[in-house]
């Protein structure tokens, strides 16, 4: 199966492209601005803009469009919207009118806006998503219009040694400068984070094992901890010593129902193992 990876200059996009060239598949190997991994670039490659005139590789069986533009973390005006339509909805709608069998299609959490709910299921409620979340939404609804065997994987934090930017990455980097940690809803649930090559693994299983039509499920680690046991579990796997200091609650905290996305064949680590890895990958 020849294979499309979009963004694979970047942390998602790299890491599904790894796995699936580790598993055979003909990869073809998509960047625009950032240079490729020198593991990456030894094999068929494509820079091109995806929201553009330049046409895509020759005969292609599938997509995984990991390529997206994004807001730092807590700074969600700090990329016009503009552009956000134009890299994310308008480049994905380009994409999905490619002959492929199978897309796949990583977008985000934050297409449902504010979330009221104790749990984000598949069916959650869009209310007011900020722009980067309806870039992603138009995006989704460009994939479900194409018709065939789609997929749209709904990302909450994605970690992984050289994740930059969500929380997790940012309560390690204050465990690393010696900083103290300050928590709110400290006994609530957490599991609003996945690993990366939990996401590769899925991507690669739904190549061949996704039914036909479109459907958009959200993913996270399995078995939520306390958002203090993330402190914990990062101090742990880093071999460094936390500082913590908790606060009141600020908003309703929720957590990620996988069945959806665990009955199309997804099986994630567990929360704790996978704030575990991400730290001692970081330390290496």
Wanted: aromatic letters at 4%; charged letters at 20%; one cysteine or more.
């Amino acid at each position: 199966m020849r294979v499309l990876v979009t963004g694979a200059a970047g942390f998602s996009g790299r890491a599904i492209a790894r796995w699936l060239r580790a598993e055979g598949y003909d990869v073809v190997a998509h960047h625009r601005a950032s240079p490729l991994p020198d593991d990456l670039a030894d094999g068929e490659t494509w820079r091109g803009d995806l929201a553009g005139d330049d046409p895509l590789p020759g005969r292609l069986d599938a997509i995984v469009h990991a390529a997206a533009t994004s807001p730092p973390t807590g700074a969600p005006n700090a990329v016009p919207a503009a552009s956000l339509i134009r890299d994310n909805a308008v480049a994905t709608a380009r994409l999905a009118a490619a002959d492929v069998s199978v897309f796949i299609y990583l977008s985000s959490l934050s297409i449902h806006g504010t979330i009221s709910g104790t749990a984000v299921t598949p069916d959650t409620p869009v209310v007011d998503p900020v722009a980067y979340g309806l870039s992603k939404l138009l995006g989704e609804r460009a994939v479900a219009e194409r018709g065939g065997r789609s997929l749209a994987i709904r990302l909450p934090a994605v970690i992984g040694g050289g994740a930059a930017r969500n929380w997790p990455v940012q309560v390690l980097g204050k465990l690393r400068r010696g900083e103290t940690v300050r928590i709110s809803n400290a006994d609530a649930a957490f599991n609003n984070v996945v690993h990366v090559q939990d996401v590769a693994a899925f991507a690669a299983h739904a190549l061949t094992a996704l039914p036909d039509g479109f459907a958009a499920v959200p993913v996270a680690s399995r078995d939520a901890v306390r958002v203090r046991d993330v402190v914990a579990c990062l101090a742990e796997g880093s071999g460094l010593a936390a500082t913590v200091e908790e606060g009141p609650p600020d908003k309703a905290p929720y957590t990620i129902d996988i069945a959806a996305a665990s009955a199309l064949g997804f099986a994630p680590r567990d929360t704790a193992t996978a704030l575990r890895d991400f730290a001692r990958e970081e330390m290496r």
